[in-house]
């Protein structure tokens, strides 16, 4: 029989939230152990390879992360990251936004109110201190009451721009705050999509910073023009990989955890299933488990209803873990995408490489009752898409983004597209069961393209070579692991954010069991966008706990508030 490993620390997942978090125990001197269920890392950075040569992202292909202090700390440029930084002036470029009658102007004030709610306007701008603030640092300690004056996203704008900061700013929604600062319709409502697919929605009451700034991370200067590490976010990560395992960390795939082993009310180690491709079953972790895998399945099936107080157990089953998904598409096709007449009068940055093709960005973008009606459908009425294809709303992703050298839009035989996605109902919570988008593929398959034909030609039998295609179910388990397709991953409100997320007894990523700790989308601040984010704000916990003792590398967040009787991460 073989003996029991042991390890200083055992990691559940190997996506980019465990991976990250194991590159940092590492450079700390830890003896970490990445266990992964399925053949490969990387979670969300997979890609897939449909055609010899052909590479496809069925879900990350945006840089959401370079204000990620990881990039320093980790030194990621050491493990083979590349990226080719590209800054713009917000008041450059291609500025007209995509509805039903065509290409409508965005105005001056829209430009200039969006680059002031991203710290653009300041002096110097704080778009990082800005993006640090709302995303890099770790919920308050529960002894600590939130309020104006801690918040530090209210910090800032109090600090660098006062005109944004109201008492009101923490209640507010997205729109709300657009109301306030910005102009045309078309604009608000092509922003609060976006939010909806990237992370805290629009019409959400609390959420309007965080709404605002996970679509920010993707337009602002220094976010690097929508620009993509080379490789694509698959690159990226395997950075983040090299950095774990060039400290010594140890990476096993084909290693699902049956259990979480609990002794004494501690956590100790975990037990493989029996299809584990290894040859011990028990893995033992001398200093703590976390479990960066999904909150349901670490708590109530990892760990299991004998370890947990009912009312934690029952707070945990109210948790849901799902909103709308994406339904993702990518197109093979004979001759290249085109516009329709009505927006071939398109700005040239609307046109992209060598082959001009198209780069729509949101569509229709006409009114916040586009934007609700679709909401609506998709969290509402939970069911297949009741909304005519003439008024679905979808964006592609930029094609500027992807490196020439990267086979993306470049394929000698035909073109391929950048992915084309729509927020559609999650499996779960469809009306006709988990597996309804499955089962109507071929039907939604054929209203993706009568949705996406409203702005393209070039989407008919004749023309389409494949159809790739990946459904609320491929989106969430086949291609990238996530869950719930967004970043927020569990529903936004006050009980949820920040310092109470998901629920009290988890907040600051710890859970009732002693050496226990979460590090997933799902259960932490601030959620999935591989930001690096939940990592290093984790590390302020494990530093607190005396698990992690970092060297020199480490600097803490500005905001973070030391837990009473605890170590102080800021001191190390």
């Not at 990039?71 to 080719?84: D, I, P, S, V, W």
């Not at 909150?295 to 370890?307: D, E, I």
């Not at 001759?335 to 093709?357: C, I, T």
Request: aromatic share 8%; charged share 25%.
């Amino acid at each position: 029989m073989a003996r029991d490993e042991v390890f200083d620390v055992v990691i559940i997942g190997a996506g980019p939230n465990g991976m990250t978090t194991a590159a940092y125990l590492a450079k700390c001197g830890l003896d970490v152990c990445i266990l992964e269920e399925r053949t490969e890392s990387g979670g969300a950075c997979e890609t897939v390879e449909p055609l010899p040569g052909v590479r496809i992202y069925p879900h990350a292909m945006l840089m959401y992360a370079s204000a990620a202090p990881g990039f320093e700390q980790l030194e990621l440029h050491k493990h083979g990251f590349r990226m080719e930084w590209d800054p713009v002036h917000p008041l450059e470029g291609a500025t007209d936004l995509a509805c039903t009658d065509g290409w409508r102007p965005v105005t001056q004030k829209d430009q200039m109110g969006w680059a002031k709610l991203g710290g653009m306007l300041g002096q110097p701008p704080f778009t990082r201190e800005l993006m640090r603030a709302a995303f890099y640092c770790p919920p308050h300690p529960p002894e600590v009451e939130v309020t104006d004056e801690n918040t530090p996203y209210m910090q800032v704008y109090k600090k660098h721009q006062p005109d944004i900061w109201t008492p009101e700013l923490r209640d507010m929604t997205m729109f709300d705050l657009m109301d306030e600062h910005l102009d045309t319709e078309h604009f608000k409502t092509a922003m609060a999509f976006a939010a909806w697919a990237s992370g805290a929605a629009g019409h959400w009451e609390g959420v309007a910073i965080p709404a605002v700034l996970c679509v920010e991370l993707l337009t602002l200067p220094n976010m690097g023009k929508t620009s993509l590490p080379r490789g694509g976010l698959h690159g990226y990560f395997h950075a983040i990989l090299r950095a774990a395992v060039s400290k010594g960390a140890t990476l096993r795939t084909c290693c699902p955890v049956d259990e979480i082993l609990i002794e004494d009310g501690r956590a100790v180690g975990v037990r493989l299933r029996e299809t584990a491709a290894t040859g011990g079953k028990v893995i033992r972790a001398k200093k703590a488990v976390i479990a960066a895998c999904d909150v349901h399945q670490a708590f109530l099936k990892m760990v299991g209803p004998k370890h947990l107080d009912p009312a934690v157990i029952q707070k945990l089953k109210d948790i849901s873990i799902k909103n709308q998904t994406l339904y993702v598409s990518t197109f093979h096709t004979k001759e290249v995408l085109r516009y329709k007449e009505r927006f071939a009068n398109a700005h040239p940055m609307k046109f992209v490489g060598a082959d001009r093709q198209p780069a729509c960005g949101v569509y229709p973008c006409d009114s916040r009752e586009l934007y609700y009606e679709n909401v609506a459908d998709v969290d509402g009425r939970k069911g297949q898409p009741t909304v005519p294809p003439e008024r679905a709303m979808w964006f592609q992703t930029p094609a500027q983004a992807f490196d020439p050298t990267d086979a993306q839009g470049a394929y000698p035989r035909g073109y391929i597209s950048t992915a084309f996605e729509m927020a559609v109902t999650s499996p779960d919570l469809h009306l006709e069961g988990e597996g309804a988008l499955d089962r109507h593929k071929k039907d939604m398959d054929r209203f993706m393209r009568e949705s996406y034909g409203q702005m393209l030609d070039g989407l008919d039998d004749d023309n389409v070579i494949h159809h790739w295609s990946a459904s609320g179910r491929d989106v969430e388990f086949r291609n990238t692991g996530l869950i719930g397709g967004t970043w927020c991953g569990s529903r936004h409100d006050e009980d949820q954010l920040w310092t109470n997320r998901p629920i009290p007894e988890l907040a600051r990523y710890r859970s009732p069991i002693e050496g226990l700790y979460h590090a997933h989308q799902t259960s932490g601040h601030p959620g999935g966008l591989c930001l690096m984010a939940i990592p290093y704000n984790l590390m302020h916990i494990l530093i607190e706990d005396g698990v992690a003792e970092p060297g020199d590398w480490w600097y803490a967040s500005p905001y973070y508030i030391p837990q009473e009787g605890k170590i102080n991460a800021a001191l190390r």
